[in-house]
């Protein structure tokens, strides 16, 4: 079973930096109100720490050894089109998603050799906007391993060459979590991270 909780912003369709004011929603009770309050500074709080647990950026290693980071570690790079974007010119999120996915299960066989799957994803936090004609690369490396999953975090930086060029940024981050199956589907153990 799949499950997600989305937050969106709302911007302004005249000025896309903007971001305009959410009407209140009308609860039936006080407590769905409390309850999704509190649900929201939860996720709030937790993809602070989430951005901040591991550092920012993957260092290439020449020679790694199997089942380290830096064996499995994986970047792909990517121009972006106009088929990418939304009416505005901005990358569709469920672009940024695919690619995001794609590098974390490269990552994911890599380290494990066998088939894999994803398992999950947690918050995935778009930080910025990316502009098309930018390039953007999209990193990935294993942070945890246990029995049966791989924890990956992924991450997608920017650089707009399009207009004004401008410092490479942050755009994206989010972490993975990847599951090694036999090839009739089964779980399979996971090699332990070095």
């Known amino acids: 079973t799949n499950k997600a909780t989305l937050w ?12 305009v004011e959410v009407p209140a929603m009308q609860y039936v009770r006080k407590e769905q109100e409390d309850e999704g309050r509190k649900r929201y500074e939860e996720q709030k709080l ?4 989430t951005k901040q647990r591991n550092g920012d950026a993957i260092v290439p290693v020449m020679g790694p050894e199997p089942h380290t980071v830096g064996y ?8 972006v089109g106009p088929s990418d974007c939304t009416l505005l010119g901005f990358v569709h999120g469920g672009v940024t998603m695919k690619l995001m996915d794609e590098v974390a299960g490269i990552v994911a ?5 066998t088939n894999i ?7 995935i936090n778009f930080h910025e906007k990316i502009k098309k004609g930018s390039v953007i690369t999209i990193s990935g490396r294993m942070t945890f391993t246990s029995n049966k999953s791989m924890e990956i975090e992924v991450f997608v930086d920017a650089d707009p060459f399009v207009d004004e060029p401008q410092e490479r940024y942050r755009a994206v981050s989010a972490f993975f979590t990847y599951v090694s199956l036999s090839k009739e589907g089964k779980p399979l153990p996971v090699p332990q991270l070095l």
């Open 46 to 49: 937790d993809r602070l720490e």
């Open 8 to 19: 969106y912003v709302p911007l302004s369709l005249k000025n896309v930096n903007k971001v």
């Open 72 to 79: 499995s570690q994986s970047s792909l790079i990517h121009l």
């Open 117 to 123: 799957v994803t398992a999950s994803v947690d918050a």
């Open 109 to 113: 066989a890599r380290h494990c050799k």
